[in-house]
């Protein structure tokens, strides 16, 4: 007997009208054994993919003067190592980590020359942050998910450039202004200035 005809002898709850639904479709709302070990091994590879990512990137202490300099312009701030971890540190107590974490890998992603890491990298990055199934999905209007879904097909350098424009422009206008009231940012000021002082 073939895995799509049913058993004389199944009784089916009355009002199903798709006998042994999960069997036969790929929807991820069903709640079927297949799912369910589907489910276990993609949470299991993410996880691993994101132990991976280093908590901050290594920099040396920031100057009173950087420290001063990202409150004059955000470009300042993501262009400099110590300042991204300070902000990417605030972004987690807004829990809107995901979006440093995405322009990093999107930034990695554009040093890149190999091929095959390319089309890894870029299937990493749509799997962790793209994916509507990720918890780790970040915010982006249908146009740019259009445009992503399109170039998925022949992953390059530039597969996320619309995206991570995007997702940098929604951190310049909504997140950076609260971090400059933060207090991390304030605490970091302080820290620094107490710093130059005693030297």
């Known amino acids: 007997m073939s895995r799509h005809e049913t058993s004389p002898t199944t009784v089916q709850p009355a009002g199903n009208h798709r006998p042994n639904a999960c069997c036969f479709c790929w929807c991820c709302c069903c709640s079927c054994s297949w799912n369910e070990d589907r489910e276990r091994a993609w ?3 993410r996880d691993t993919k994101l132990e991976t990512i ?3 990137e ?3 202490k920031p100057t009173p003067d950087e420290v001063q300099g990202w409150a004059q312009s955000f470009d300042k701030l993501m262009k400099n190592p110590a300042g991204r ?3 990417r540190e605030f972004l987690r107590t807004e829990y809107s980590e995901e979006n440093m974490l995405f322009w990093l890998a999107c930034e990695e992603l554009k040093n890149e020359c190999n091929k ?4 890894e990298k870029a299937r990493m990055i749509y799997e962790d942050y793209i994916s509507i199934l990720s918890p780790k999905e970040v915010s982006l209007d249908s146009r740019v998910r259009e445009v992503i879904n399109k170039k998925m097909q022949e992953p390059s350098t530039h597969t996320f450039d619309d995206a991570q424009l995007q997702i ?3 951190m310049h206008r909504d997140s950076y202004p609260r971090f400059l009231n933060s207090a991390i940012y304030k605490a970091l000021q302080q820290s620094v200035s107490r710093s130059s002082s005693e030297s």
Do not use: E
């Open 54 to 56: 280093p908590n901050c």
């Open 43 to 45: 949470r299991a590879s």
């Open 58 to 60: 290594a920099c040396l």
């Open 116 to 119: 095959h890491t390319i089309d």
């Open 85 to 87: 971890n300070v902000f």
């Open 168 to 170: 940098y422009t929604l």
